[in-house]
């Protein structure tokens, strides 16, 4: 009996050591008995590392409780053509035996140190950067009106695994244009963008600082964030006059929660956003003869607070 006891002891961690999921298994488990025949048809990401975590989190308004811990985690791209956001499955693997827990949600990660590993990846994402060689001719921009003020932002158009589109910046830079040629001040429109930063080959955010091809930038050198939307506001509320326009013009990604349809983000840059409650307040300060809100997206969700209409975009 002292000799099995013994030997039960000396074998149990090399039992435990070979009971646990290697990275590799996992990955078997997941094309084998989760994405099969499917496996044409999406892209298959994962976490590099084992995951311990009580919460994976996928941006600063959203994670997945996690059923397991320690795990691994599998996100599946189900509509690798579509634009963000649409339906997608974050898979967890429990390393300890295997179990598999699925859920489903709207988005990729969204955080800038998201670094997934390609599993199976049958559909590449295109990033194209804009062509600067092309110039566009148009008639010289008018004497800029004083009394004519313009915030533009987005926290950038992630594509998944790092990628990042540049059709936002795109949006910005055709309004851009369109303000000048209205009228408004290079000094008078005030954009961020992204990371602030210019940004190269797969992450397409920022192909330049400039939006209107004139060698000058015109995206504020700092990050999409809430503390810097509301510090412009804070400025503008202290600067227009009753004389004044106000235009804002935002194309970004939001989100809301079925669970409490009256709060809706603005997705901004890593894991940082802004709520409709939150973007009426810092605009309601600023006492003006007329603002104006331009908010790009498929669908509406409408809420008036202090007087304030604000429309934020959300996903479907």
Known sequence: MFLLTTLMLILLPEFLCTAQITKKQAITIVMQTIVGERADSVNVFMEPNIQTSSYYVLCSTDSIPSPFTPYWIFFIDLKPLYGWGHSCEFVFINESNGDTSIVMKQFPPYRPDTTLLDVSVPFQYTITPPNFDVQNSHLPYPSGNPSLYAVMFTGGDPLGNGAYSPAFWNALSHRYCGLREHGFSKNHIK???????????????????????????????????????????????????????????????????????????????????????QFADAIEPIHCAQKILGLYKSKWIKLEHRKTVICIPVSV
């Not at 940004?199 to 939006?211: G, R, V, Y």
């Not at 709060?263 to 409709?276: A, T």
């Open 191 to 277: 954009v961020l963008s992204y990371s602030g930063k210019k940004t190269t080959h797969f992450d397409q955010s920022n192909p330049s600082l400039d939006l209107d091809n004139d060698s000058i930038s015109d995206i504020l050198q700092v990050p999409c964030t809430r503390k810097n939307i509301d510090s412009i506001f804070s400025i503008l509320a202290n600067t227009m006059t009753s004389r004044d326009m106000l235009y804002v013009f935002v194309t970004t990604h939001g989100i809301y929660y079925p669970s409490d349809t009256s709060k809706v983000y603005f997705k901004l840059y890593g894991q940082d956003s802004i709520s409709n409650y």
